[in-house]
């Protein structure tokens, strides 16, 4: 006889994680995205004076195997986190860790300097900075008497 575990949250907790998937998949900027994508890599965006910085949770992939383009304002981040490897003898297996191709992309405002984004990635962070013009910083302007 084999004992069974009991989660009696678990039921939930994959309600709860589909219902996530499918607004993810709705939510994207890119109607063609959903269809393109297994899974979206979650990021965090910061804003400061002279620019914007985007890091993104990759871990698994290599730097050089993500995409990362610019073009017309949108910033577009794409690439594939192969599956594991199959073993023979497995009774059981689990598996929480999205695979295949990721897909995300970020309109940028017009304040942008395209020509100067750039991009690393470590220990599975991929960093993107971003840098505003200086014409679109803002200045001090003295008021004269």
Same mark, same amino acid.
């Given at each position: 006889?084999?004992?069974?575990?009991?989660?009696p949250?678990?039921?939930?907790?994959? @309600?709860? &994680?589909?219902?996530?998937?499918? =607004?993810?998949?709705?939510?994207?900027?890119?109607?063609s995205s959903? $269809?393109?994508?297994d899974?979206?890599?979650?990021?965090?965006?910061?804003?400061y004076?002279?620019? =914007?910085?985007?890091?993104?949770?990759?871990?698994?992939?290599?730097?050089?195997?993500?995409?990362?383009? @610019?073009? &017309?304002?949108m910033?577009?981040?794409s690439?594939?986190?192969?599956?594991?490897?199959?073993?023979?003898g497995?009774q $059981?297996?689990?598996e929480?860790?999205?695979?295949?191709? =990721?897909?995300?992309? =970020?309109?940028? /405002?017009?304040?942008?300097?395209?020509?100067?984004?750039? $991009?690393?990635?470590?220990n599975?962070v991929?960093?993107?900075?971003? /840098?505003?013009?200086?014409?679109?910083?803002?200045?001090?302007? &003295?008021?004269?008497?």
């Open positions: 006889m084999s004992m069974i575990r009991y989660e949250w678990s039921l939930h907790r994959d @309600l709860i &994680n589909e219902v996530n998937r499918l =607004f993810e998949r709705s939510a994207g900027d890119d109607a959903g $269809a393109t994508a899974w979206a890599p979650p990021v965090d965006i910061e804003e004076t002279d620019k =914007f910085v985007i890091e993104t949770d990759v871990p698994g992939i290599e730097p050089d195997s993500i995409e990362v383009t @610019l073009e &017309n304002g910033l577009t981040l690439g594939t986190r192969e599956r594991r490897a199959q073993h023979n497995v $059981a297996r689990r929480e860790r999205a695979s295949g191709r =990721f897909y995300r992309r =970020f309109n940028l /405002p017009d304040t942008v300097d395209a020509d100067a984004v750039s $991009a690393h990635g470590k599975g991929l960093e993107i900075v971003i /840098p505003k013009r200086p014409t679109s910083q803002p200045r001090k302007i &003295n008021v004269n008497r």
